[in-house]
């Protein structure tokens, strides 16, 4: 079975350009989440998604920041547009709902902005 | 709001020798725990979890104990194994709502 999918794996942009990132869940994974990984830490939700609808999103910054889920299926993450202090790992993770199961980590798309 | 505290940081051990790496949580309403190793370049990837209704599981070289009253949980890989050099996250979750993550701690495994 083929894990949680995601992509570009890295990208270098620089300041006020946009940029996306894709995730494709494990298949039948009806929750996905957005996590931001900077540095040293750990992951911190971005977003939620149940199927295709954002069930938390309260830590998503919404002036800079969007997300969709079409079909409830794949996902995007955007920025538009990215700052330096926006350098970090985007990490995608699915799981089979929203109960206490595991979620399952893509490997994560680090973005340098300069 | 809701935190998760981890420690220690950083955690240097000699092959076969225990490693211990503890969390506290701040929200009394978290009943799931899970633990995650990430290794370089790659995802978190889960090694271990504890519900809230159990005080400690063990699954071969890996432990986790909970301490519901005081709101602890720990980490226990005995044995421990070059291969197990990574960062490792522990987490409290509240009924599948939002996963909070610890800091993480860097385990080096001297051979």
């Not at chain 1, 990132?21 to 009806?30: D, E, K, L, R």
């Not at chain 2, 699954?59 to 890989?77: E, G, M, P, W, Y």
Request: hydrophobic residues 35%; negative net charge.
């Amino acid at each position: 079975e083929a894990g949680v999918v995601q992509s570009p794996r890295y990208k270098i942009i620089e300041k006020k350009q946009p940029v996306a990132f894709w995730c494709n869940p494990i298949s039948g994974h009806n929750t996905l989440y957005w996590y931001l990984q900077n540095l040293g830490q750990g992951p911190e939700l971005l977003i939620r998604y149940e199927n295709e609808e954002a069930v938390d999103d309260s830590q998503l910054p919404k002036d800079r920041f969007s997300a969709e889920r079409l079909k409830g299926v794949d996902s995007t993450l955007k920025i538009q547009p990215a700052e330096l202090g926006d350098s970090a790992v985007y990490l995608c993770a699915s799981s089979w709902d929203r109960g206490n199961n595991e979620q399952f980590f893509g490997p994560g798309t680090r973005l340098t902005v300069l | 709001g809701e935190n998760v505290e981890q420690h220690p940081s950083t955690l240097s051990v000699q092959e076969g020798d225990s490693a211990v790496i503890k969390c506290t949580y701040s929200d009394s309403a978290s009943n799931y725990f899970p633990w995650y190793k990430q290794e370089l370049g790659k995802g978190p990837q889960l090694i271990i979890d504890i519900r809230s209704n159990v005080g400690e599981k063990k699954d071969q070289r890996i432990a986790v104990t909970l301490n519901k009253t005081a709101k602890h949980f720990s980490l226990h890989i005995t044995e421990t194994q070059p291969e197990d050099s990574a960062v490792y996250f522990c987490a409290a979750a509240t009924g599948g709502f939002k996963t909070i993550f610890g800091a993480g701690t860097r385990l080096f495994v001297k051979a």
